[in-house]
């Protein structure tokens, strides 16, 4: 199947006009009349995932994250996005990066239902018109009230996470949740707009959490790339199911950072 084709196949659902506008989500590299055999998908392009999409012969490879977010004057090996670009292209392997098109319109139900939130809401509204509309994150009533400590494990245990932070008194009881993945500090007000008692997220600074918490937001921060691998088995099961010709492969998980 012909790269565009694909393509054309992934935008059905997440189209590129319901990206935030500051963003560069589509094909970054690459030729659309590439035939592509193999899809390898990952969070982001680094130099272990494109060496692992080079390894496995990948024709096409998909991230969340662009690896090119603005414009660039010259493509050189002595920039290591510049390098990225030169193996992508000398390996003909063609690139996609699909991103807050897809927060918006998949990985925002997506990590709700990894909370099991029910009576979901999104928490910020990007797009609307008539009676449809799409946004940023969700909220809605945990499976059970829990203290802020009992919320944390449950979001370690569905994330299958190392760690998260917590910010507020452990004790505190929350029945209400909001998730933004990634990087919410922007969407604190909306948080509290929606009356949430505990703030699932990613890249918390440390004024946002604490001044979160003096307003009444329990915080947890999952971590940028603890809330959004899940980006890439979601992904992979659905082009299997839409492009059943199609081989795909997910770079391993790999948390970027440990605790010690």
């Given at each position: 199947?012909?790269?565009?084709?694909i393509l054309?196949k992934?935008?059905?659902?997440?189209p590129l006009?319901?990206a935030?506008?500051?963003?560069?989500?589509?094909l970054?590299?690459g030729n659309?009349?590439?035939?592509?055999?193999?899809?390898?998908?990952?969070?982001?392009v680094?130099d272990?995932?494109?060496?692992?999409?080079?390894?496995t012969?990948?024709d096409?490879?998909?991230t969340h994250h662009?690896?090119i977010?603005?414009?660039m004057?010259k493509?050189t090996?002595?920039?290591?996005?510049?390098?990225?670009?030169?193996?992508?292209?000398e390996n003909?392997?063609?690139?996609?990066?699909?991103?807050?098109?897809f927060d918006?319109?998949?990985?925002?139900e997506?990590?709700?239902?990894?909370?099991?939130?029910?009576?979901?809401?999104?928490?910020e509204?990007t797009?609307?018109e008539?009676?449809?509309k799409?946004g940023?994150g969700?909220?809605?009533?945990?499976?059970?009230?829990?203290?802020?400590?009992e919320?944390?494990g449950f979001?370690?245990q569905?994330?299958q996470?190392?760690?998260?932070k917590?910010?507020?008194?452990?004790?505190?009881?929350?029945?209400r949740?909001a998730?933004?993945?990634g990087?919410?500090?922007?969407?604190?007000?909306?948080?509290?707009k929606?009356?949430a008692e505990?703030?699932?997220?990613?890249?918390?600074?440390?004024h946002?959490a604490?001044?979160?918490?003096?307003?009444?937001?329990?915080?947890?921060d999952?971590?940028h790339?603890?809330?959004?691998?899940?980006?890439?088995?979601?992904m992979?099961?659905?082009?299997?199911?839409?492009?059943p010709?199609?081989?795909?492969?997910?770079?391993?998980?790999?948390?970027?950072?440990?605790?010690?």
């Amino acid at each position: 199947m012909k790269c565009k084709e694909i393509l054309k196949k992934i935008e059905e659902n997440y189209p590129l006009e319901r990206a935030e506008s500051w963003d560069n989500p589509g094909l970054l590299v690459g030729n659309q009349e590439q035939e592509v055999k193999k899809i390898f998908l990952a969070l982001d392009v680094t130099d272990e995932t494109l060496e692992a999409a080079v390894q496995t012969e990948a024709d096409l490879m998909i991230t969340h994250h662009p690896l090119i977010f603005s414009g660039m004057k010259k493509i050189t090996t002595e920039d290591f996005i510049g390098r990225r670009v030169i193996k992508l292209i000398e390996n003909q392997i063609s690139y996609y990066a699909m991103h807050t098109n897809f927060d918006i319109m998949g990985m925002a139900e997506l990590s709700a239902d990894y909370l099991q939130l029910s009576e979901r809401k999104i928490l910020e509204t990007t797009y609307e018109e008539g009676t449809e509309k799409e946004g940023l994150g969700r909220y809605g009533q945990l499976p059970e009230t829990m203290t802020l400590e009992e919320c944390a494990g449950f979001v370690k245990q569905q994330f299958q996470l190392p760690f998260v932070k917590v910010y507020g008194n452990p004790k505190t009881r929350v029945s209400r949740a909001a998730i933004c993945t990634g990087s919410g500090k922007s969407l604190i007000k909306a948080v509290l707009k929606s009356q949430a008692e505990v703030y699932i997220t990613g890249d918390m600074d440390y004024h946002s959490a604490i001044d979160a918490v003096a307003q009444g937001i329990c915080v947890i921060d999952a971590g940028h790339y603890g809330t959004e691998y899940i980006f890439m088995e979601y992904m992979k099961e659905e082009l299997q199911r839409r492009i059943p010709e199609a081989e795909v492969e997910t770079m391993p998980v790999v948390h970027p950072c440990k605790v010690v």
